[in-house]
């Protein structure tokens, strides 16, 4: 089923206030409609004209044969004539008459009045009933098709035979209509019965999606193409338009890792990973590779993804996939001017509930009698927590709540499109600020955008896309990522609850190892980081048609497509020296400075500029001969991309505004630094479409990528791709077979892509400058030049090889649509970095690079979809997609003492690694019989691991297993649902994910432990989660879901292992939007000719199998900021330009 199939739901019939509405909305169309220019040849006749009006006009003539010859000859005042007295000519002195509606030219008889003396003085004298029947080209009755009266209010839908009866007069133009068909109107007259044979929408014949390098009919497709239009996206209003993709588009798993602002982007995969290094798809937007992160999403016009061999096109670049964004362009025959405003309330989706000071006190007294030590917190301590007391450090803190609020966000567009004589026009302004759940965190941005299409002559069109963005992040001096020691985040949630947090003027800390931290104070006191960045995007083609200049050139356009971009970030970093009053592990008090600044604070400034060229001049050709239908393309493209860096540091400051680094006093050994780097391709492309009466479909496509990362010899990579398609119901034998088959398309393809992802230049000796050495007997820093150890002439491409096998099916005069996908992909000469392979002589331990991996992935995609309605009022459509992608290591480059942890070889390329945990010590026998741990000592309640090679030590090199599925889902399922009903409409978006898994013991699986605040009590005293201290083992509670309660440091349970693995399954309600489309008659007094209302949701409820870290989360070692919860309520409206 189309795309348009699945997004349109048609309400039978229409009230008043939408007949009001459309009326406003085509009488300027009509206006506009009748004054175009029309022109003719030396000899016209009825039927020439009305193709010449089809073709130069957005508009279709609608007339019967018996009314009006086609054959007939016709005079004309002029070869180029205006619409409106063209059809006033052909008309003249044959009793007819028009009218312009939606886009239709409606040729009917005059209806003859009647002599005074017989016209009945009642109207209702010349209402009648007609009725009649509704079928398709087989004969089949059409069930649910909306008759109506053109300009009245009411209406009727066929019944199970497909029957109809409407109360009508001789004046009345009946209006049928049925999603899929193209809508017929019929001049009543006096007719009381009327058969209407309904045929298939030619619009819907030749719909177009974007494909590699142009459009191609949507029956013409014989790849994998996944599309989605601009309504369907902005029914969330999310901030990053990668956002908008999750559960929309079979085929592509997306995984959101954090809620900071600015940087909340999901990572996008199509059909998961199929090399090492992963790599998500490749961004093309209008026709130039960009990001879509900083896009405004009220821009976007549709986005389309390439999966199988309709990638293959885009060669080195189309591997991983293709994500093609079109932008909007200029409406055909209206002027209007657009405003969309959301205020949205945001909060944190998942975090767990932490340790209130009483319940603190307690549990780590407790555990630290189970480790042998003396209760720290005694009864004196207790009391002054309790109380209060205001001349003591102790009192209660909720350390969360100080760091986090409700954040929001607010997004505002305006934009205005519309079309003169020769110019399409859409220009639009946004505006976006986000201020994060967590405090002193925000992001804002701005996007212009001026689109232009413009008929330069008869031939000749010229089209430019002009846009930008100007952004700016601010975030604290310390760090929030994490794998910083010094999130704030990890602070708090490790700072113990019994201080205030301030005291004596000053904030408070409590001494943690060697450090001294507060997360609250941190946010507010470390510093800034500003990040500011600005881009200037723009692509032009100029486009010449040979159509015009004789028949045999029809069909064939030559175009020059330019495009240039500039992107220019300063980022300006002050770490900030601060004091905390603290308290330390011996309940000692002083003051001092916060750990991991310098006294003096320091400043760094960088700035980077990049610049990218792309020029693409193309030939193509596009023809019907008859039933034959061809497409022929053929360019050239070549991309250019320079950048550079600088950056300077400076230290001790007696400002904590420094507005440059000139104002520091001390510098480092190394105070400024900078590169730049140039990069470029070169590619021959070519297509070939051929498909005969729309039923059998070939295609083939080959590109030719120049890479400058390989040896002249290994420069060039070919990359072809061949794919067919068969509209099986189009056959005879298959309509008599399968009647209540509309649709049923069987599609196969092959192709071929490139990876050149290594470093450049291998092939040549290399230099480079190290600084990081000193002089012997001297504290200077020495600079020194490096050359490679090796030189690799003989790399070369990786290649992915991809199948596919796709069916398309529509049911029930298309009710029901169901898509589903077979792959096969298999990526060969992988480039791996494979080491030791020398020995030091000869530069062992350094990288060597070698074509030797291989990759299979597979799996499958099936979409089904359902759109029905009920009564006149309510209609409703489903979608379900379910997704399967599954990869495994073929070939990897293996040295004898590769440690299991590393050794992937037939297993998924994103596995987890660890221990198998078998349980917890609940025995001393256990204890003296349990071969050497990997770390630390062990007690009961420990968990237990698994001697897998049975050596007698439990290491990571040889006892390390598959624990798990990785982070990126295998299975990913979505449900879409939409209804409506009248003026009010619901949007529900669920989707899920299954196969995948993450680990609680933090980021590592190279045998690093990794100990966090999910998985450890009390460390270093520190705070600890409810859910781990309340499940702990303790003497009285020995079936225990997690380890011993304990304060000190223990290396033996922070080690990855199935006791810390998570199951990463889960279903989420992503979006919901429930909206008002506020009538007419009550805008007559705005300015606005729609209005919609509308209240939105996202993330609202999650179920997963760990309710205490968002599954989406990639690690919760240092304090991860949680993917946010979303409220928002929102507007629309469009006003007619004047």
């Not at 209804?979 to 669920?990: A, H, I, P, S």
């Given at each position: 089923?189309?795309?348009?199939?699945?997004?349109?739901?048609?309400?039978?019939?229409?009230?008043?206030?939408?007949?009001?509405?459309?009326?406003?909305?085509?009488?300027?169309?009509?206006?506009?409609?009748?004054?175009?220019?029309?022109?003719?040849?030396k000899?016209?006749?009825?039927?020439?004209?009305?193709?010449?009006?089809?073709?130069?006009t957005?508009?279709?003539?609608?007339y019967?044969t018996?009314?009006?010859?086609?054959?007939?000859?016709?005079?004309?005042?002029?070869?180029?004539?205006?619409?409106?007295?063209?059809?006033?000519?052909?008309l003249?002195?044959?009793?007819?008459?028009?009218r312009?509606?939606?886009?239709?030219?409606?040729i009917?008889?005059?209806?003859?009045?009647?002599?005074?003396?017989?016209t009945?003085?009642?109207?209702?004298?010349?209402?009648?009933?007609?009725?009649?029947?509704?079928?398709?080209?087989r004969?089949?009755?059409?069930?649910?098709?909306?008759?109506?009266v053109?300009?009245?209010?009411?209406?009727?839908?066929?019944?199970?035979n497909?029957k109809?009866?409407?109360?009508?007069?001789?004046?009345?133009?009946?209006?049928i209509?049925?999603?899929?068909?193209?809508?017929?109107?019929?001049?009543v007259?006096?007719m009381?019965?009327?058969?209407?044979?309904?045929?298939?929408d030619q619009?819907l014949?030749?719909?177009?999606?974007?494909?590699?390098?142009?459009?191609?009919?949507?029956?013409?497709?014989?790849?994998?193409?996944?599309?989605?239009?601009?309504?369907?996206?902005?029914?969330?209003?999310?901030?990053?338009?990668?956002?908008?993709?999750?559960?929309?588009?079979?085929?592509?798993?997306?995984i959101?890792?954090?809620?900071?602002?600015?940087?909340d982007g999901?990572a996008?995969?199509?059909?998961?990973i199929?090399?090492?290094?992963?790599g998500?798809?490749?961004v093309?937007?209008?026709g130039v590779?960009?990001?879509m992160?900083?896009?405004?999403?009220?821009?976007?016009?549709?986005?389309?993804?390439?999966?199988?061999?309709?990638?293959?096109?885009?060669?080195?670049?189309?591997a991983?996939?293709?994500?093609?964004?079109?932008?909007?362009?200029?409406?055909r025959?209206t002027?209007?001017i657009?405003?969309?405003?959301?205020y949205?309330?945001?909060?944190?989706?998942a975090?767990?509930?932490?340790?209130?000071?009483?319940d603190y006190?307690?549990?780590?007294?407790?555990?630290?009698?189970?480790?042998?030590?003396?209760p720290?917190?005694?009864?004196?301590?207790?009391?002054?927590?309790?109380?209060?007391?205001?001349?003591?450090?102790?009192g209660?803190?909720?350390?969360?709540?100080?760091?986090?609020?409700?954040g929001?966000?607010?997004?505002?567009?305006?934009?205005?499109s519309?079309?003169?004589?020769?110019?399409?026009?859409?220009?639009?302004?946004?505006?976006?600020?986000?201020?994060g759940?967590?405090?002193?965190?925000?992001?804002t941005?701005?996007?212009?955008?001026?689109?232009?299409?413009i008929?330069?002559?008869?031939?000749?069109?010229?089209?430019?896309?002009?846009?930008?963005?100007k952004?700016q992040?601010?975030w604290?001096?310390?760090?929030?990522?994490n794998?910083?020691?010094?999130n704030?985040?990890?602070?708090?949630?490790?700072?113990i609850?019994?201080?205030?947090s301030?005291?004596?003027?000053?904030?408070?800390?409590?001494?943690?190892?060697?450090?001294?931290?507060?997360?609250?104070?941190?946010?507010?006191?470390?510093?800034?980081?500003?990040?500011?960045r600005?881009?200037?995007d723009?692509?032009?083609?100029?486009?010449?048609?040979?159509?015009?200049?004789?028949?045999?050139?029809?069909?064939?356009?030559?175009?020059?497509?330019?495009?240039?971009?500039?992107?220019?970030t300063?980022?300006a970093?002050?770490?900030n020296?601060?004091?905390?009053?603290?308290?330390?592990?011996?309940?000692?008090?002083?003051v001092g400075?916060?750990?991991?600044?310098?006294?003096?604070?320091?400043?760094?400034?960088?700035?980077?500029?990049?610049?990218?060229?792309?020029?693409?001049?193309?030939?193509?050709?596009?023809?019907?001969?008859?039933?034959?239908?061809?497409?022929?393309?053929?360019?050239?493209?070549?991309?250019?991309?320079?950048?550079?860096t600088?950056?300077?540091?400076k230290?001790?400051?007696?400002?904590?505004?420094?507005?440059?680094i000139?104002?520091?006093t001390?510098?480092?050994?190394?105070p400024?630094?900078?590169?730049?780097s140039?990069?470029?391709?070169?590619?021959?492309?070519?297509?070939?479409?051929?498909?005969?009466?729309?039923?059998?479909?070939?295609?083939?496509?080959?590109?030719?990528?120049g890479?400058y990362?390989?040896?002249?010899?290994?420069?060039?990579?070919?990359?072809?791709?061949?794919s067919?398609?068969?509209?099986v119901?189009?056959?005879?034998?298959?309509?008599?077979?399968?009647?209540?088959?509309?649709?049923?398309?069987?599609?196969?393809?092959?192709g071929?892509?490139?990876?050149?992802?290594?470093?450049?230049?291998?092939?040549?000796?290399?230099?480079?400058?190290?600084?990081?050495s000193?002089?012997?007997?001297?504290?200077?820093?020495?600079?020194?030049?490096?050359?490679?150890?090796?030189?690799?002439r003989?790399?070369?491409?990786?290649?992915?090889?991809?199948?596919n096998?796709?069916?398309?099916?529509d049911?029930?005069?298309?009710?029901?649509?169901?898509?589903?996908?077979?792959?096969?992909?298999?990526t060969?000469?992988?480039?791996?970095?494979?080491?030791g392979?020398?020995?030091?002589?000869?530069?062992?331990?350094?990288?060597?690079?070698?074509?030797?991996?291989?990759v299979?992935?597979?799996?499958?995609e099936?979409?089904?979809?359902?759109?029905?309605?009920?009564g006149?009022?309510?209609?409703?459509?489903?979608?379900?997609?379910?997704?399967?992608a599954?990869?495994?290591?073929?070939?990897?480059?293996?040295?004898?003492?590769?440690?299991?942890?590393?050794?992937?070889?037939?297993?998924?390329?994103?596995?987890?690694?660890?221990?198998?945990?078998?349980?917890?010590?609940?025995?001393?026998?256990?204890?003296?019989?349990?071969?050497?741990?990997?770390?630390?000592?062990?007690?009961?309640?420990?968990?237990?691991?698994?001697?897998?090679n049975?050596?007698?030590?439990?290491?990571s090199?040889?006892?390390?297993?598959?624990i798990?599925y990785?982070?990126l889902?295998?299975?990913?399922?979505?449900?879409?649902?939409?209804?409506?009903?009248k003026d009010?409409?619901?949007?529900?978006?669920?989707?899920?994910?299954?196969?995948?898994?993450?680990?609680?013991?933090?980021?590592y699986?190279?045998?690093?432990?990794?100990t966090?605040?999910?998985?450890?009590?009390?460390?270093?005293?520190?705070?600890?989660?409810?859910?781990?201290v309340?499940?702990?083992?303790t003497?009285?509670?020995?079936?225990?879901?997690?380890?011993?309660?304990?304060?000190?440091?223990?290396?033996?349970?922070?080690?990855?292992s199935?006791?810390?693995t998570?199951?990463?399954?889960?279903l989420?309600?992503?979006?919901?939007?429930?909206?008002?489309?506020?009538?007419?008659?009550?805008l007559?007094?705005?300015p606005?000719?729609?209005?919609?209302?509308?209240?939105?949701?996202?993330?609202?409820?999650?179920?997963?199998?760990?309710?205490?870290?968002?599954?989406?989360?990639?690690?919760?070692?240092n304090?991860?900021?949680?993917?946010?919860?979303?409220?928002s309520?929102?507007?629309?409206?469009?006003?007619?330009?004047?």
């Amino acid at each position: 089923m189309t795309p348009f199939l699945k997004r349109s739901i048609y309400y039978p019939v229409c009230n008043h206030r939408v007949i009001i509405l459309c009326m406003m909305l085509f009488v300027g169309v009509a206006a506009f409609a009748q004054d175009q220019i029309v022109k003719l040849s030396k000899e016209n006749t009825v039927g020439s004209i009305i193709r010449a009006i089809e073709q130069q006009t957005n508009l279709s003539v609608d007339y019967s044969t018996n009314d009006l010859d086609p054959s007939a000859n016709v005079r004309v005042s002029s070869k180029t004539i205006r619409l409106s007295t063209l059809l006033n000519e052909m008309l003249e002195n044959r009793n007819l008459s028009y009218r312009i509606y939606n886009k239709h030219i409606i040729i009917s008889p005059l209806v003859q009045k009647r002599d005074a003396s017989t016209t009945s003085p009642h109207p209702t004298e010349l209402v009648h009933e007609l009725t009649g029947q509704v079928v398709d080209g087989r004969g089949e009755s059409v069930i649910g098709a909306a008759v109506r009266v053109v300009g009245a209010q009411g209406g009727t839908i066929t019944n199970v035979n497909g029957k109809f009866s409407i109360q009508v007069t001789p004046k009345s133009i009946l209006e049928i209509s049925y999603i899929g068909y193209a809508t017929q109107h019929v001049h009543v007259g006096q007719m009381s019965t009327i058969n209407v044979v309904m045929s298939e929408d030619q619009h819907l014949l030749d719909e177009v999606v974007v494909v590699g390098y142009g459009t191609q009919r949507k029956i013409d497709l014989t790849g994998s193409v996944s599309s989605i239009g601009s309504k369907e996206l902005m029914k969330a209003p999310l901030q990053n338009v990668s956002n908008l993709l999750t559960g929309k588009l079979s085929g592509l798993t997306s995984i959101q890792t954090t809620g900071k602002p600015g940087v909340d982007g999901t990572a996008l995969y199509v059909r998961g990973i199929n090399s090492f290094g992963g790599g998500g798809p490749i961004v093309i937007i209008d026709g130039v590779p960009g990001t879509m992160d900083y896009m405004n999403p009220n821009d976007i016009e549709s986005i389309s993804i390439l999966k199988d061999a309709a990638a293959s096109i885009y060669g080195v670049q189309g591997a991983n996939g293709v994500i093609l964004i079109t932008t909007k362009s200029g409406n055909r025959n209206t002027s209007e001017i657009n405003y969309t405003g959301s205020y949205t309330f945001t909060h944190n989706t998942a975090m767990p509930e932490f340790l209130d000071a009483k319940d603190y006190m307690y549990w780590n007294n407790k555990a630290r009698q189970m480790d042998g030590l003396t209760p720290l917190w005694t009864a004196d301590i207790q009391n002054k927590v309790c109380s209060n007391d205001p001349n003591s450090i102790y009192g209660e803190t909720d350390w969360l709540k100080k760091i986090f609020h409700t954040g929001s966000t607010q997004q505002h567009n305006i934009s205005a499109s519309g079309t003169t004589r020769r110019i399409r026009y859409y220009t639009s302004l946004g505006y976006m600020d986000q201020q994060g759940t967590l405090r002193n965190t925000a992001f804002t941005r701005f996007n212009v955008r001026t689109n232009l299409d413009i008929q330069v002559a008869k031939n000749l069109r010229f089209i430019s896309n002009i846009s930008g963005f100007k952004s700016q992040r601010d975030w604290p001096g310390t760090s929030i990522d994490n794998q910083s020691e010094f999130n704030p985040i990890k602070q708090a949630t490790e700072t113990i609850p019994i201080i205030k947090s301030e005291y004596q003027g000053l904030p408070t800390a409590y001494q943690r190892g060697s450090y001294y931290v507060n997360g609250y104070a941190a946010l507010y006191n470390s510093g800034y980081k500003k990040e500011k960045r600005w881009t200037f995007d723009s692509n032009y083609k100029l486009e010449y048609d040979f159509s015009g200049l004789t028949d045999v050139l029809k069909g064939l356009k030559l175009s020059v497509f330019g495009a240039y971009n500039y992107g220019h970030t300063t980022d300006a970093n002050f770490d900030n020296y601060y004091q905390l009053y603290y308290l330390t592990s011996n309940l000692e008090e002083g003051v001092g400075g916060a750990s991991g600044y310098t006294e003096g604070g320091s400043f760094t400034k960088a700035s980077s500029w990049s610049e990218n060229w792309l020029l693409r001049p193309q030939l193509e050709y596009v023809r019907d001969f008859g039933q034959h239908h061809v497409g022929l393309l053929f360019l050239y493209e070549k991309q250019l991309s320079k950048s550079s860096t600088m950056s300077g540091f400076k230290r001790k400051f007696h400002s904590t505004e420094p507005v440059d680094i000139s104002l520091g006093t001390e510098f480092p050994e190394l105070p400024v630094a900078g590169e730049h780097s140039r990069s470029g391709q070169a590619s021959w492309v070519g297509r070939l479409n051929y498909s005969f009466a729309n039923k059998y479909l070939f295609e083939f496509t080959f590109r030719e990528d120049g890479s400058y990362v390989f040896a002249p010899e290994n420069r060039w990579g070919f990359f072809p791709s061949v794919s067919a398609g068969w509209v099986v119901s189009q056959e005879k034998f298959f309509q008599k077979l399968l009647p209540v088959v509309d649709y049923f398309k069987i599609r196969a393809s092959y192709g071929s892509s490139g990876k050149d992802n290594v470093s450049p230049f291998l092939y040549n000796s290399n230099f480079g400058v190290a600084n990081n050495s000193m002089v012997l007997g001297s504290s200077a820093i020495a600079q020194f030049y490096t050359t490679n150890p090796y030189v690799y002439r003989n790399l070369t491409w990786s290649t992915t090889h991809s199948f596919n096998l796709g069916f398309d099916v529509d049911l029930w005069n298309q009710k029901l649509g169901i898509e589903l996908d077979l792959f096969y992909q298999l990526t060969s000469n992988i480039l791996e970095s494979r080491s030791g392979n020398y020995p030091p002589s000869l530069g062992g331990y350094y990288p060597s690079y070698q074509n030797s991996g291989k990759v299979d992935n597979r799996g499958f995609e099936l979409t089904i979809t359902h759109h029905n309605r009920l009564g006149k009022d309510f209609s409703y459509m489903v979608k379900g997609m379910f997704s399967f992608a599954r990869n495994k290591v073929l070939r990897e480059a293996l040295t004898d003492n590769y440690p299991n942890y590393r050794a992937i070889l037939g297993h998924s390329l994103n596995a987890q690694y660890g221990f198998k945990a078998l349980g917890l010590f609940q025995t001393q026998e256990q204890i003296d019989n349990y071969p050497a741990a990997p770390s630390g000592m062990i007690r009961l309640g420990d968990i237990m691991y698994a001697d897998i090679n049975g050596d007698g030590v439990i290491n990571s090199r040889y006892d390390y297993v598959k624990i798990g599925y990785g982070t990126l889902p295998e299975i990913n399922y979505s449900f879409n649902v939409d209804v409506n009903y009248k003026d009010f409409y619901l949007t529900m978006l669920w989707q899920g994910v299954d196969h995948c898994d993450y680990e609680l013991s933090g980021v590592y699986d190279t045998g690093v432990t990794a100990t966090t605040v999910y998985t450890s009590t009390f460390e270093d005293n520190r705070n600890s989660p409810c859910y781990l201290v309340e499940g702990a083992w303790t003497p009285e509670n020995t079936n225990a879901k997690y380890p011993r309660l304990s304060t000190v440091p223990n290396g033996n349970n922070a080690w990855r292992s199935t006791w810390w693995t998570v199951n990463g399954q889960y279903l989420r309600l992503k979006a919901l939007n429930i909206g008002y489309n506020v009538p007419v008659k009550f805008l007559k007094s705005t300015p606005f000719s729609r209005l919609s209302i509308y209240l939105a949701g996202s993330n609202l409820l999650t179920f997963s199998h760990f309710k205490y870290v968002d599954p989406e989360s990639p690690s919760v070692s240092n304090g991860y900021y949680p993917q946010q919860r979303t409220y928002s309520i929102r507007e629309f409206g469009i006003r007619k330009a004047l």
